[in-house]
């Protein structure tokens, strides 16, 4: 579970996970998914499948969580790309953070 959710966060905040197809974008705007989740054991694994609708929101299919329209705030920093040291982009640039709110939906 730690590391299905630990992929979900990496999708969300960064751009290191491969998209289903073009570039990677990050911040919620790529299409992902997810293989061999296991539910109740390892023989019992899902495919989970992020689409992203715009303006934050995602179609999480299957829907993994109890709440219909879980909205999920997460602090970002968002770094230049044309800056190899971002720790050096932070400090010396004071980089501002900002909450971006992700809202995960059931597919329609």
Not at 42 to 69: T, V
Request: glycine share 4%.
């Amino acid at each position: 579970m730690l590391q299905t959710l630990d992929a979900i966060s990496l999708s969300l905040c960064s751009d290191l996970l491969p998209p289903l197809s073009g570039e990677a974008k990050g911040l919620g705007r790529d299409e992902v998914e997810f293989l061999h989740i296991p539910r109740k054991n390892w023989d019992d694994s899902i495919k989970l499948q992020f689409h992203p609708l715009g303006e934050g929101r995602i179609e999480c299919n299957p829907y993994p969580f109890d709440e219909d329209n879980l909205a999920v705030p997460v602090v970002v920093t968002d770094l230049k790309d044309d800056i190899q040291n971002q720790t050096q982009q932070v400090r010396e640039y004071r980089v501002p953070q900002k909450i971006v709110t992700f809202t995960f939906q059931r597919p329609k």
